[in-house]
């Protein structure tokens, strides 16, 4: 296991390298200048000359990135030209909210899949999977920006009993049951496109697995159906269900940003907007290579975790 993931940490280091790189300049091929916006419409070009100076702005496109790798490896992350404040606490408030939006979703999509793969190829009935069929076509169907809309006029407006938007006042930990009221719409939300994969993608395995001779086996042993699907398939099933969970984190933290606007809720999502909006470099450039770093690290973490329940891999890493 050490091997292989020696074998896979360059490769990770070099695709987060070449991002920094590309991030940092196609920031600067976007139209225009922090020191001017920062300065104001009339401010004289003495002024917005000393604001670049400040900034390093007037220093070569090279030393400029060298100068922020550097920070960068030491974790300092410097401070925002135009939103205000140190990066590393505004990225801080904004992961923690994020992280415990996706972490609720990610949660209630595994949950929900599991329960309905499992039931669908257990208990077969047509009407049931002919639901469960129609129902994924919806939630990967419907944009997340238009279910949270429904979602808000449904329960929000039309049946006041959940907050429309927005975080616990008093944080996630003080009253547990008011988190959950403001992240059950949100994550609902968040949750349906990726549990509507997930489920597709776990029933179909959970069918291919039945047909392996391994269940005839089971079954000439008087093996229940019920203990062949959750203890022999459903377990053969993990590993190859583990790549596609990995796939779809990635598009759950792609749809917070989305989400987030919807419900007002303020992550990553709605510093990057922020960022972007105001061309505050420094925010946008950490929040892009923040993105990949954890685009990155799921994908180590699942392949390692594939690795682990599937022994085949680990011997064609060693060959």
């Known amino acids: 296991m050490t091997r292989y993931l020696l074998r896979r940490l360059p490769s990770a280091v070099l ?23 920062l300065a104001g419409p009339d401010a004289s070009p003495e002024t917005i000359a000393a604001i670049r100076h400040q900034l390093g702005l007037d220093r070569s496109i090279p030393a400029q990135y060298v100068t922020w790798l550097e920070n960068l490896c030491t974790f300092d992350l410097g401070r925002s030209y135009i939103i205000g404040g140190r990066i590393a606490d505004l990225v801080g408030r904004g992961l923690t909210n994020t992280l415990v939006l996706t972490g609720a979703a990610l949660l209630l999509a595994v949950v929900v899949s599991v329960a309905v793969g499992v039931v669908s190829v257990a208990w077969p009935n047509r ?14 169907a419907l944009p997340t920006f238009v279910t949270g809309v429904l979602l808000v006029l449904v329960f929000a407006v039309a049946i006041p009993v959940l907050p429309a938007g927005g975080v616990p006042p008093e944080g996630f930990i003080a009253r547990p049951d008011i988190a959950v009221q403001y992240l059950l719409l949100p994550s609902i939300c968040l949750a349906l496109p990726v549990g509507a994969a997930l489920t597709r993608f776990l029933t179909e395995s959970l069918r291919t697995e039945l047909g392996k001779p ?3 086996t089971a079954r000439s042993q008087g ?17 190859t269900m583990l790549t596609a969970l990995g796939l779809q984190t990635g598009q759950l933290l792609g749809g917070a940003v989305l989400v987030e606007a919807a419900f007002a809720w303020p992550g990553i999502g709605q510093l990057v907007e922020q960022g972007i909006s105001r061309r505050d470099y420094p925010v946008v450039q950490v929040l892009l290579l923040l993105s990949v770093a954890v685009f990155v690290t799921i994908q180590l973490v699942t392949d390692i975790a594939h690795a682990y329940l599937d022994p085949r891999i680990r011997i064609g890493a060693r060959s």
Do not use: E
Request: charged share 5%; proline share 5%.
């Open 223 to 239: 093996i229940s159906h019920w203990q062949i699907v959750t203890r022999g398939a459903l377990r053969n099933a993990v590993p």
């Open 214 to 216: 391994y269940v005839l």
């Open 127 to 140: 009407w049931f999977n002919a639901l469960v069929a129609a129902a994924n076509t919806v939630a990967v």
């Open 15 to 37: 695709v987060l390298f070449a991002a920094s790189v590309l991030i940092f300049l196609l920031l600067r091929l976007v139209p225009g200048d922090p020191a001017l916006t």
